[in-house]
């Protein structure tokens, strides 16, 4: 019996062994991973849920404020009341509508279509006065049966108990699919408020509603509901038996006043996609268990005859005092493939040794390059944050500006094939970084002034802008006072200095930090939440190109002053 023969049945033992731990660990992978997957699954529908739900709220907030303002600033106010008192003794119910129709003119937009109000005299409802103003599709006329049915609706429900009060209730039109928001007026003028002058509403553009909620369709099984006062805000109904039961997830919360909203991800949904998911994952499942058994088998015995080989080679290569590549076989493309892959390993170390020879030589070009293109990344990301909070405040042609600041300032901090720039460069280059703190902390005041020609003179980039950054970030740390920037040219000699208020100086051995600051070596006391760092490095690169510059932190009164100091070469 040769070799190969007594050796078979091991082989074909290994073989099946081989199989059945793939198929067991596989199982245990897909289990694995199913379940990792659903948590994974919900977990991000939880933070979808709650993102989608929180930009809807906010919308319900912002369109539920904006008509109780309205509401409260046309309907509890003096000037209607004295309007009304008029028409009582006599006058027609002219001067009210032209006072309605002006505040509808105020406050008319997508959300608000029309206001009206009914006045109340001698204990009764005007039927047959009441003003109103808004888009030309909808009437308040008591003779028509749609207005009728509306009108009667809104006294009945405000002469309930819980509207007396004044409180805004909702009333929904059928016929002309609108939100009434109303609300029983009492009289300011009397101390104890217990004189009701009529009924005020604003006319809301349903659609408006339906819209935002719409904003939920982004996720595949997702619902919401609103409800004003108890009430559902879009005229369906709400499923509080079931919401536990068929909702994976809930966010609720409470807005202004009277609201509460619901977001949910529905199980049916969300069951349905990770069945979907699990019979994706099944066949491919198969389909590789399918491949490994077919193609292990055939690779099994070709394999074994070119181990020995390798692991001979191996040692052989261990044994040399440098790495060497190892020959193919003949016939074996797995063994071959590790082959191929040894090989380029040591093809790319030794590549790679030569190539970190050649990084060495570049590196203090690498550090002077890195001096210029230090970007506070959280400056940048809080100026978008600004930016983006002026667009939703609707604030645009400030968030533009912005925006052209922050591009100009990353334009100019990011060009890293320039290391000099003109000192105006330099200035204008500060005041921008001014101009976006100022967006942020407008309780800063700055001012600067230029002494001399300064266009013509070539500095280091990135000298004057730390200096105002280092009394933003370390002088005024309740972001409340004032920064001064004077640069004066001489004949001989440029000086800069940012001065800036601080509530108190004894905090800095200024004395101590000069020395450290010129001698380039910074302890821990000065090198955290300090002045030093940013000074140590503007002086690092004046040096560079001004053999005698200075850089000097001193204090004076309730104010520090941080100077540069630069003697200008003989032309």
């Known amino acids: 019996m040769n070799t190969k023969e007594k050796h078979m049945p091991f082989r074909r033992r290994e073989y099946f062994i081989t199989v059945c731990c793939f198929l067991v660990l596989l199982t245990i992978l897909l289990a694995v991973f199913l379940l990792v997957s659903r948590a994974t699954r919900l977990e991000s529908l939880e933070n979808d849920v709650d993102s989608v739900s929180g930009s809807m709220v906010a919308a319900f907030t912002r369109y539920i404020e904006e008509v109780n303002k309205a509401s409260k600033n046309v309907f509890i106010n003096e000037t209607l ?80 108990q819980d509207y007396k009060t004044g409180k805004m209730y909702l ?37 408006i509603f339906r819209q935002q909620r719409n904003v939920g369709n982004v996720i595949d099984g997702y619902s919401s509901y609103v409800l004003f006062d108890g009430e559902s805000l879009l005229n369906d109904r709400f499923p509080t038996e079931n919401l536990d039961k068929d909702a994976y997830y809930v966010y609720k919360t409470s807005f202004s006043q009277y609201c509460v909203f619901y977001g949910f991800y529905q199980k049916a949904a969300f069951l349905k996609k990770q069945m979907a998911d699990s019979a994706i994952i099944l066949i491919a499942v198969a389909v590789v268990i399918l491949l490994f058994t077919i193609s292990y088998k055939q690779i099994h015995d070709k394999s074994n005859r070119s181990f020995a080989y390798l692991i001979s080679q191996f040692r052989k290569s261990g044994d040399k005092s440098l790495l060497v590549n190892i020959e193919p076989t003949e016939d074996d493309e797995g063994v071959n493939k590790v082959i191929e892959t040894y090989n380029e390993m040591v093809n790319n170390y030794i590549a790679e040794k030569t190539k970190n020879e050649s990084l060495q030589k570049k590196n203090d070009q690498i550090e002077q390059q890195s001096l210029y293109q230090q970007i506070n990344k959280h400056f940048i990301i809080n100026m978008l944050s ?186």
């Not at 004295?82 to 006599?90: E, H, I, S, V």
């Not at 997508?110 to 599709?137: N, Q, W």
């Open 171 to 207: 009333v929904y039109s059928d016929e002309w699919d609108l939100h009434i928001f109303a609300r029983v007026v009492r009289d300011i003028r009397i101390d104890s408020f217990d004189a009701v002058r009529g009924v005020g509403f604003v006319v809301v553009n349903s659609a």
């Open 81 to 160: 009341f004295n309007l009304q008192d008029a028409y009582q003794k006599g006058n027609d119910a002219e001067g009210m509508y032209d006072y309605v129709s002006k505040q509808f003119e105020t406050y008319n937009s997508s959300l608000i279509v029309g206001m009206g109000y009914i006045p109340l005299a001698d204990d009764r409802h005007m039927l047959d006065d009441i003003v109103y103003s808004g888009i030309k599709t909808i009437s308040f006329n008591y003779s028509t049966p749609n207005s009728k049915r509306l009108i009667d609706g809104i006294i009945e429900k405000g002469m309930s």
């Open 386 to 571: 600004v930016a983006h909070s002026l667009i939703l405040l609707g604030k645009r042609e400030e968030a533009n500006e912005c925006l052209e600041n922050i591009a100009d300032f990353l334009r100019y901090t990011l060009s890293i094939n320039v290391t000099d720039a003109t000192l105006k460069e330099e200035v204008d280059f500060a005041i921008l970084y001014v101009k976006l703190q100022q967006v942020r902390f407008p309780n800063v005041s700055f001012a600067y002034d230029l002494e001399g020609e300064i266009d013509g003179i070539v500095v280091p980039k990135s000298i004057v802008q730390p200096l105002i950054e280092n009394a933003y970030v370390h002088g005024l740390k309740n972001k409340h006072g004032y920064i001064q920037l004077k640069v004066c040219k001489t004949e001989k000699q440029v000086k800069i200095s940012v001065t800036n208020s601080v509530e108190s100086t004894q905090e800095y051995d200024f004395a101590q930090l000069n020395k450290s600051i010129a001698e380039g070596d910074l302890d821990e006391a000065y090198n955290n939440d300090s002045h030093g760092v940013a000074l140590k490095n503007i002086l690092r690169r004046l040096l560079l190109k001004f053999e005698t510059a200075q850089v000097v932190l001193r204090a004076e009164d309730c104010k520090t002053i941080a100077e540069v100091h630069i003697c200008l070469p003989d032309m």
